[in-house]
T-cell receptor, first 114, second 110 residues
Framework: GAVVSQHPSWVICKSGTSVKIECRSL??????MFWYRQFPKQSLMLMAT?????????EQGVEKDKFLINHASLTLSTLTVTSAHPEDSSFYIC??????????FGSGTRLTVV | SQQGEEDPQALSIQEGENATMNCSYK?????LQWYRQNSGRGLVHLIL?????REKHSGRLRVTLDTSKKSSSLLITASRAADTASYFC??????????FGKGTRLSVIA
């Protein structure tokens, strides 16, 4: 079945630094990648949608300059949290969709900014 | 944005009892899916029900869908401590993102 590998699974960083999260589709081509954020005891909130080779489309209220999304290939999408602050601490999870493949989720990344 | 509400927000039951969670959505759908999430972990896909289906079973899971009321329910029978998790419904198809409900936190007490 379709597998999406997400790394790192957890990361602790200092305030002001940047963190990159990667999602790779291992056995299919991810034409579309969705990035979600989840705060404790809350649901998954869509941050952005990216199609391979195009700029990401961000949801209202999500700063595109702070959350940089790159989907340069059909198997890799990255989310970079720039100048991270404690309020960015959250669980980030990607979801890939490809031709003939439904929504496949990564295992998530727990980001803690100290 | 979130598609709708789930109720209850939290549910605590004894092992062996049945757990029922409800989900409402706002727009027309092609299908509806249910996911489970253990604390701090990724999502596990449980079941998908299509808009032309009214009920679907998978092991101890039973899902119903009422498109006229824009609602779905997930029933877990003979619950186990290992069923303790958050459960989310989600709608979406094609190249649109999945939109999740607010979720139900289920605690099964041994």
């Amino acid at each position: 079945g379709a597998v999406v590998s997400q790394h790192p699974s957890w990361v602790i960083c200092k305030s002001g630094t940047s963190v990159k999260i990667e999602c790779r589709s291992l056995d299919f081509q991810a034409t579309t990648m969705f990035w979600y954020r989840q705060f404790p005891k809350q649901s998954l909130m869509l941050m952005a949608t990216s199609n391979e080779g195009s700029k990401a489309t961000y949801e209202q209220g999500v700063e595109k300059d702070k959350f940089l999304i790159n989907h340069a290939s059909l198997t890799l999408s990255t989310l970079t949290v720039t100048s991270a602050h404690p309020e960015d601490s959250s669980f980030y999870i990607c979801s890939a969709r490809g031709r003939d493949y439904g929504y496949t989720f990564g295992s998530g990344t727990r980001l803690t900014v100290v | 944005s979130q598609q709708g509400e789930e109720d209850p927000q939290a549910l605590s039951i004894q092992e062996g009892e049945n757990a029922t969670m409800n989900c409402s959505y706002k727009t027309s759908i092609n299908n509806l899916q249910w996911y489970r999430q253990n604390s701090g972990r990724g999502l596990v896909h449980l079941i998908l029900i299509r808009s032309n289906e009214r009920e679907k079973h998978s092991g101890r899971l039973r899902v119903t869908l009422d498109t006229s009321k824009k609602s779905s329910s997930l029933l877990i029978t003979a619950s186990r401590a290992a069923d303790t998790a958050s459960y989310f419904c989600a709608t979406g198809s094609g190249n649109t993102p999945l939109v999740f409900g607010k979720g139900t936190r289920l605690s099964v007490i041994a």
